[in-house]
C-alpha cells in the first residue's frame, strides 16, 4: 500500500514538474505552426515511449532488462564499480530499492528524455522569422525519440549533451555544467573525456584575454586527470604508452571483427565503419520494417547534410563559429569519428547517432543563420 502510494504521488510530482518546464521553455509562443509543431514533437515522443516500453517488455535481451536482472542480484566486488553499465546497475539498485518499480522507471526516462528535444525547439524557435526551420524537422526523426526514451546510457548522454550546449549559449559558465559533465563520465567516460577536452578549448578561445591566467591552471589539471581517468579506468590501458594505445585499438577491431554482422562495409575497415554510421543501412540493404524507416531516415539525414555544404560553398560563408557552435561542431565531429571505431552491427549505429546528429544539426542551423546576417549587413553597408 505505502509502496504505491509513494509510485502515484512520485509520478504525479513528475507531471507537475514536467509541466512548469514546458510553461517555462515554450510560453510566449503566438506562431501557430510553432506551437502546432512543439504539440506534435511531444505527441510523438511520448508515443515512442509507449512503443519502446512494449518493446523492452518483448525483448529478452534489451539493455533495460539486464540492468535490471544485475540490480536485483546480490552486490559483488567482481561487478561493483561505477562507470558505464555498471553505474545504470547501481542507479536502478537505489531506484528500486526506495520504491520504483518498472513502469515509473519509464515514464521517469521518457519525461527526462523529452528535454533535449524542447530546448533544441526553444533554440530553433530562436532563429527568428516565426518559420519552422527546414532543419528544425530532424527533431522529429523516429529513431532519436525511439533510442531516446529508453532508460539507460543514451538517454542520459542526449539530455547532458543538449543540456551543456544549452547553457553555453548563454555565454555563462555554471556549476550545473560540472554536474552534466560528471554524469557524462559515469555513463559514457570516453564522452566525458570529449566534452571535457573541448569545452577547455572553446571556453579558453573566448576568454582567454578576460580571464587571469591562474584559473586556468583547475581546468588544465582536470582535463589531465580526467584524460588518466579514462584511460587507466575505462579504456583499461596498463601503462600510458603509445604501444599500449595501439594494442588496445586492436583489441576493439578484434572485437568488432568477431561481433559483427554480415556486412559489407565492416570489411572495408575503419572507413567502411564510418560510412555505416554515418548513412546505413540504405534501400537496397534493408531486412526488416525498422531498417526500411532507418534507410527512409538515412536519406532525410545526407540530403540535409549536402544541401548545407552547397550552400556553404556557394556562398563562401566563413567566420560563423560562436561559443555554443564551436562546442557543438568540435564535440559531435570527435563522438563520430571515436564512434567509428567500434561499431560492428547497423543497430548500434543507429542508436549511436543520438550522440552527434542533433548537436551537428544545431551547427548546420546556427551556421546558416549566421551566414544569412552576414549578407544582410554588407547589403546594409552598401546600401
Known amino acids: 500500500m505505502i509502496t504505491s502510494l509513494f509510485i502515484g504521488c512520485f509520478a504525479v510530482l513528475q507531471i507537475v514538474w514536467f509541466g512548469f518546464f514546458l510553461k517555462k521553455y515554450t510560453s510566449g509562443i503566438?506562431?501557430?505552426?510553432?506551437?502546432?509543431?512543439v504539440i506534435l514533437l511531444l505527441v510523438e515522443h511520448f508515443f515512442f515511449g509507449y512503443v519502446a516500453y512494449k518493446f523492452t517488455l518483448q525483448n529478452p535481451i534489451s539493455d533495460v532488462k539486464n540492468y535490471?536482472?544485475?540490480?536485483?542480484?546480490?552486490?559483488?566486488?567482481?561487478?561493483?564499480?561505477?562507470?558505464?553499465?555498471?553505474?545504470?546497475?547501481?542507479?536502478?539498485?537505489?531506484?528500486?530499492?526506495?520504491?520504483?518499480?518498472?513502469?515509473?522507471?519509464?515514464?521517469?526516462?521518457?519525461?527526462?528524455?523529452?528535454?533535449?528535444f524542447v530546448l533544441l525547439f526553444k533554440r530553433y524557435l530562436e532563429l527568428g522569422s516565426g518559420k519552422i526551420h527546414w532543419l528544425q524537422y530532424t527533431l522529429?526523426?523516429?529513431?532519436?525519440?525511439?533510442?531516446s526514451v529508453l532508460p539507460g546510457k543514451d538517454c542520459l548522454v542526449f539530455v547532458?549533451?543538449?543540456f551543456i550546449l544549452y547553457k553555453l549559449k548563454e555565454v555563462q559558465f555554471s556549476w550545473s555544467i560540472l554536474v552534466a559533465l560528471l554524469f557524462l563520465f559515469l555513463v559514457r567516460p570516453y564522452v566525458g573525456v570529449i566534452v571535457l577536452l573541448f569545452?577547455?578549448?572553446?571556453?579558453?578561445?573566448n576568454y582567454k584575454n578576460k580571464i587571469r591566467k591562474e584559473f586556468w591552471?583547475?581546468?588544465v589539471l582536470l582535463s589531465f586527470f580526467g584524460v588518466v581517468f579514462f584511460l587507466t579506468q575505462f579504456v583499461k590501458l596498463e601503462t600510458l604508452s603509445i604501444e599500449s594505445v595501439l594494442l588496445k585499438f586492436k583489441t576493439y577491431q578484434n572485437y568488432v571483427e568477431k561481433h559483427a554482422t554480415p556486412n559489407y562495409l565492416i570489411d572495408m575497415g575503419y572507413m567502411g565503419q564510418v560510412l555505416m554510421l554515418l548513412c546505413m543501412p540504405l534501400f537496397y540493404k534493408v531486412e526488416n520494417s525498422f531498417q526500411f524507416v532507418s534507410s527512409i531516415e538515412n536519406v532525410v539525414l545526407l540530403?540535409?547534410?549536402?544541401?548545407?555544404?552547397?550552400?556553404?560553398?556557394?556562398?563562401?560563408a566563413r567566420n560563423w563559429l560562436e561559443l555554443d557552435v564551436k562546442f557543438a561542431l568540435y564535440t559531435s565531429i570527435s563522438i563520430f569519428l571515436f564512434l567509428s571505431t567500434y561499431i560492428y552491427n547497423l543497430g548500434l549505429a543507429s542508436r549511436m547517432r543520438l550522440m552527434f546528429y542533433p548537436l551537428f544539426f544545431y551547427v548546420m542551423a546556427q551556421s546558416l543563420k549566421k551566414d544569412k546576417l552576414n549578407k544582410l549587413n554588407e547589403k546594409d553597408k552598401n546600401s
Do not use: C
Not at 526506495?98 to 527526462?112: E, P, R
Not at 569545452?199 to 578561445?205: M, R
Not at 540530403?303 to 563562401?316: A, E, G, T, V
Open 140 to 147: 522529429l526523426l523516429p529513431s532519436f525519440h525511439f533510442w
Open 217 to 219: 591552471i583547475p581546468i
Open 199 to 205: 569545452l577547455a578549448v572553446v571556453l579558453f578561445e
Open 160 to 162: 547532458m549533451l543538449v
Open 68 to 116: 535490471l536482472k544485475y540490480a536485483l542480484n546480490p552486490v559483488t566486488s567482481e561487478q561493483f564499480y561505477f562507470v558505464g553499465h555498471d553505474f545504470f546497475i547501481l542507479m536502478y539498485r537505489l531506484l528500486f530499492r526506495i520504491g520504483f518499480n518498472f513502469q515509473l522507471l519509464f515514464l521517469s526516462s521518457v519525461l527526462v528524455s523529452s528535454i533535449p
Open 30 to 37: 503566438s506562431n501557430k505552426k510553432q506551437l502546432f509543431f
Open 303 to 316: 540530403s540535409f547534410i549536402i544541401y548545407f555544404f552547397f550552400k556553404k560553398f556557394y556562398n563562401h
